[in-house]
């Protein structure tokens, strides 16, 4: 009586992997095939799944249901509305990963965008093809059920699927660990992986979308303790962080053109690159304003920036900021009352701070690397100021600012004692921090090549 199916087969993989599961669970047991439940939009993608059945069942005998197999495999929508009371024990598979908004945002008529609106509520935050199948897959289980879905490790953490957790966990409760691919999962997909694993709820109730808990195989106990005694210190004051970098358009990319300070009508726009601990590089680029797309913000909203963030890196690098307007792959940080610029400089650039972000975000220890507003708002808080590790760390980080020529040894040595004296690390913690940040050395400056003038 068991009812397995997959809302989008597909070939049909996960099917006739359930059905070789259970086979040899079962000793071989007969007529399984009749268990498993699938549909699919491509006609080609059903008979292939069902061959892929039969030539299977018919190693071990000839499959007297072929009937039956062919109807339970049919081609029909997943998110449809023609499934009526049918339900079932175990929901399994890999939806497609299709987005609808975000860069790679594909193409949605109307009827169809309306639809999807009125009827699943994963799709009122980031509206995602695979976010709806998450939710239809919980609705189609039966109480106790299982569910088994390969989906983007986006799904668990990224605050734009929060409907979308909200949706399956109104149905579902989610395992206590779920498994975490990390990149490289399948074949040419960049993307990170996960596996969400629940069960069936008795019934519905009202949920928030929280985090989903991904596996952590990579932290020993100590760590592990380290990197929860962190979390629950107090962060840092938002207003710390903000996006403040121009985004380029397509139309943008031809205006820009190798920096000379001299060249008048222009102005300097700086980019990632160009941030290096305790160091900023000249600008790479220079832009008339009059020919972008989107216009530059005022000069004096550039001035505001104190500190600049480099984006695209596993942990805060943070440099003194000029004024110069830059590009969105820099980040920005602004003074506050009790955290001076200079304070702020040495505690993003400190191994311990770096530590925690590294290993506090999934983000940082997968792909391409991103640093996001939200992470460096969970930062723990420095010491102010006024007290007196702050004044240490802004005298220190008052002349590693002024100097903008990066940091030396015995400046870099007394900067990670203070920092962790101020989160009360212990000599364990102190080494386990040391000799990850031995194996995990901030980016080097790229070769600049000097371009002359024309």
């Not at 975000?102 to 965008?113: F, I, V």
């Not at 100097?403 to 900067?415: H, V």
Request: aromatic share 8%.
């Amino acid at each position: 009586n068991l009812r397995i199916c997959d809302p989008a087969m597909g070939a049909g993989v996960f099917l006739l992997e359930a059905r070789r599961f259970l086979a040899e669970r079962l000793d071989g047991a007969q007529g399984l095939e009749r268990c498993l439940f699938g549909l699919d939009l491509d006609p080609r993608a059903v008979l292939l799944t069902r061959l892929g059945l039969f030539l299977d069942s018919a190693t071990a005998h000839r499959c007297a249901s072929s009937a039956g197999v062919k109807a339970q495999l049919r081609v029909a929508d997943g998110l449809g509305p023609g499934f009526g009371a049918e339900r079932f024990d175990v929901v399994l598979g890999n939806p497609p990963w299709v987005a609808y908004a975000g860069r790679a945002a594909q193409p949605l008529d109307a009827e169809r965008a309306a639809f999807f609106s009125e009827r699943f509520e994963a799709f009122r935050g980031y509206r995602t093809l695979h976010g709806l199948f998450v939710e239809r897959a919980a609705e189609l289980l039966n109480p106790g059920g299982r569910l088994a879905l390969v989906l983007p490790t986006s799904v668990s953490d990224l605050g734009g699927y929060r409907a979308t957790r909200a949706a399956h966990d109104a149905w579902c409760k989610v395992d206590a660990e779920l498994p975490d691919f990390a990149d490289g999962a399948f074949d040419g997909v960049f993307q990170p992986s996960m596996a969400v694993l629940s069960t069936r709820r008795s019934k519905r109730v009202e949920a928030s979308g929280a985090v989903w808990p991904l596996a952590r195989t990579d932290l020993s106990s100590s760590a592990e303790l380290l990197l929860g005694r962190l979390s629950a210190l107090p962060n840092v004051p938002r207003e710390l962080f903000g996006e403040r970098g121009y985004q380029t358009r397509p139309h943008d990319r031809h205006q820009l053109r190798p920096f000379y300070p001299e060249e008048e009508g222009t102005r300097a726009l700086r980019t990632g690159t160009e941030v290096l601990e305790f160091r900023t590089l000249p600008p790479r680029y220079n832009v008339d304003p009059e020919k972008l797309q989107t216009p530059l913000k005022p000069v004096a909203q550039w001035r505001d920036v104190a500190l600049l963030i480099r984006q695209t890196a596993r942990f805060p690098i943070a440099s003194p900021a000029d004024g110069e307007a830059f590009r969105n792959s820099i980040l920005a940080g602004f003074e506050h009352p009790d955290f001076s610029r200079q304070l702020l400089l040495c505690w993003l650039n400190s191994e311990a701070i770096r530590w925690f972000h590294y290993h506090a975000h999934r983000d940082a220890r997968q792909g391409m690397p991103q640093l996001k507003i939200a992470h460096l708002r969970s930062l723990p808080a420095p010491p102010p100021k006024g007290s007196r590790l702050g004044s240490a760390l802004h005298a220190l980080g008052d002349t590693l600012y002024n100097a903008n020529a990066g940091i030396g040894p015995l400046e870099r040595t007394q900067l990670n004692r203070w920092v962790c004296e101020a989160l009360q690390l212990d000599k364990q913690d102190r080494k386990l921090v040391s000799d990850w940040a031995q194996k995990t050395p901030p980016p080097k400056p790229r070769t600049r090549v000097a371009v002359a003038k024309p």
